[in-house]
């Protein structure tokens, strides 16, 4: 399989002009091929986000006075935002929420995915769309169905009272942070499904039969193959399910309650009636900061396990 | 194995493109019938725009218009004024658009906003003058928001799970530690706030003081354990009424009205201290391109056709003191309004409008009281 | 090479998992229906009547049916759109070994981390400035730009540790590079690329802030269904429209599975 590398570089490459010293370059340098091939997407969104980017951080040194904002160049906005314990406490409160709903969300959608990547052999794409289907409906709908479910007098209540398990209705499961965890891990539950899937549908089947005839069992097999290789999938899950919910504003404004508030709703808010568009710039910026950090460092805390393992 | 036969193995694999053909065919089964539903006609370019919450979007507001025009004008849309003034700020142009009374300080201090020429409006004169005589809404004889429509923000009860004990209404309901965790109240300062400000006693002349604030800010802490949530969607206020989920929450007068309608026991109260009286209307951009256009909106939005259809459908009083003549007083008074809107509106509470320092100063510390700081 | 092997053989408790797991899924959604046939405008219990007002209410709506179809409209082509773009980026960095492609590919994630009401207010504000209309093209283009991220993550994941060999091995044939696209490339990763469509189908459909700041007087659905939050006279008839959706994919799916069931070319086995 090696050496098919080697042969293939000039064939692939055979529609392009021959000659010339910028070809030739082009055609040694990886680089530039993949910058080639990347070359659409990256403009298109370079083009397209260095407004927002621009904008987000030019506000975040300046000041709000008014209705217009003054342009002089200020930290003040940052100092507000690393010394306001509301910030701090509602830092964790998001980091607690978004991340036990990436990592609740993913543990229980793998066996999931495992199940039609593997058990599953005919109308697979029925699976698949059937498990998109739930979330083309409205997501305030479901949300006020939710709000059916985990009520004061919601199915959950009545059904555990009327088996008398509880004689008090549990009001943890309606605007609470609770509450968030659960509408989130369910809004979201596409999202690891989906990634999750993809990659074990990659797994080369005959490394698993090639296990087995060496003797693994089911669970070695799980462990040493499946899992490692569809740890892609599992992180591509975990960040899209991590970062877009660590931003969210609209459910915890939804279900959350007072104490189930988020940081987004907080930058909602300085951009309407509190009216701090640097300041919500800045809380922005941070929070885009500390979550790539964190990202980061969960995509190379697993390339060491890898390493490691290796 | 040869990497041949493995190309040939994953097209044939479990996925393969004949999947996704069947995708396609399912997408295209789809698209092939979008045709079948109906689709409104939109009229070229150059109708006005009104931009303003769903459920004015409808052409029952705009009879006289329709009859001048032809056809409504052009809608947007938004959930809340809030959100609305962010994107007009951000360079969205309409012609006309629709504020409250506490609002309207801050909408006209952003200069995105023009005064409009009562001269223009046929029902100028029918308009209540109480409601446009507020502090900061004249300029030179010129309103900048011409009222629409008015009402009260009071606190909606389930009659079958509050018991007043023989005591009358009281904004005290919503500070009564028996329905700890069953009460809601609106999110925004500009109604909890002033509503604060009525229970613990204070002269809305004296909002602004250092004492007042501190006053304020310690009912409000008070009551903060005592809230399921605070929300400004009047539906999930309503929902939550109509589920039991809460026993009262403060609510705008058309809450109580479509619970009412919907057979619920619930009673819109009329609170010792006084209930807090809003108006919203009409104001016209800056940049609006359409200027007549924009005042036969506003003109039609005031006229008795409305009138007629915003207090018999959304239970709301009308500016136009005519549009009243058509209910009678029962029916008014079933809906908390009156033949003689006068006296309800001498009886409310308005807001007085403040500095844009004390509105700041202000959300923040409902911002933080909320977030249990 | 043992044939069909163990992965043939059921898995009960596994089997019993994916149904409690589709309950899961399904519980919020089942509900709709039973409140659109309900009399009443509130979303609560208990049910008062039975009723087909909603639907009537439904098929008068001509906002309404507007609202959906602009957000068909926005979903296919920005998922479309955002899975072209998915691809090239995904199969540039997991193909090519590029230098300092690192930082290059956070500019691509940037809206992944961005707040949504930013994004809407700079580039309302850009907009604006270029004196460019606000319509459903300004929204699809919203649109795009926070799916692409979400594309790219998901192809990534089926791009990665794709074995470049096969596709050697095609161009060894001497099949042109769109060709082995096509005939090689493509289905290996055909399940990232619908997934990639099928989630940025999903979050155009219920996107609501980027979408309020960009759109004109055409709402999407989102747009629509918010702007009811002040009467909720309207909202069943988002709820039957709800059940609609749910009830014509679902027929549209099992219709294009049964279809292909009677085909000539039916199940066929797994492996070689």
Redesign the interface.
Known sequence: MVDATSLSEPELTESRPRGGRLATLFRRSESLRGYALLSPTLAVMALAMCAPTAMMVALSFWVQSGFDITMTFTLDNYAKVFTNPIFEALFLRTLMISGTCALATVLISYPMAYYVAFHVHRRKLAWVIMMTLPFWTSYLLRVFSWKVVLGYNGAINSGLMSLGLISEPLEFLLYSPEAVIITLAHAWAAFAILPIYVSLEKIDRSLLEAAADLGDGAVARFLRITLPLSMPGVIAALLLIFIPTFGDFVTPALVGGPDGMMLANIVQKMFGKLNDWPLGSALAISMMIIVSIMCGGLIWVTRQIKERAI | ?Q?????K????????????L??L???G???A??PI????A?AAGSDA?YFT???Y?IPDLFKPYIEKHGEAP??????GS??G???M?????VDVSHPCNQAVP?WV???LFQTADPSRLSNWSDVIPSLYELEGNMADGRPYMVPMEWGQTSVTYRTDLVDLQGEPESWGILWDERYK??LGSLA??ADAWWVGAIYAGVDFENMASDEAFEKIAAVMREQ?PL?????D????L???L????MVAAMTWN?SAA?LKN??LPVKFAAPKEGALTWVCGAMIHKEAPNIDLAHDIIDSLISTDTGKFLIGE?GYGHSNAKSFEAFSEEDLAAKGLSSNPNDILAAGKFQIPQS?EF??RM??EF??I???? | MSAGGYMHRPNRPLMVYAIGYLAFLYMPILLLPLFSFNDAIYIAFPLKAFTTQWYQQMFANDAMHAALMNSVQVGVSASVLATILGIFGAKAVTRFRIKGVKPVLGVVMLPLVIPPIIMGVALLILLSQMGIPLSLITVTVGHVLICVPFSIVTLMASFEGFDKSMEEAAADLGDNAWWIFWRVTFPMVFPGILASLLLCFTISFDEFIMAFFLAGTDPTLPIFIYGQLRFPQKLPGVLALGTCIVAVTFTVVFLAQWLRGRGPTAPKTEGN
Not at chain 2, 37 to 40: K, S
Not at chain 2, 89 to 93: I, K, T
Not at chain 2, 227 to 231: A, C, E, L, Q
């Open positions: 194995m990497i041949k036969d493995k190309v193995a994953f097209h044939d694999g479990a996925l393969s493109r004949r999947d996704m069947n995708g065919a399912a997408i089964v789809g698209v019938m979008a539903l109906p689709r409104t939109r725009i919450w769903g459920g979007d052009s809608f947007a849309t938004f959930g809030e959100e003034l962010t994107k700020r951000a360079g969205y142009v801050r201090a952003t200069g965790g069953r925004s300062a903060r809230i399921r949530t605070y929300t969607e009047t539906t999930s309503e929902q939550a109509a589920s039991g989920e058309e479509a919907q057979g959304y844009q509105e700041t959300n923040q911002e933080n909320k977030a249990g700081f």
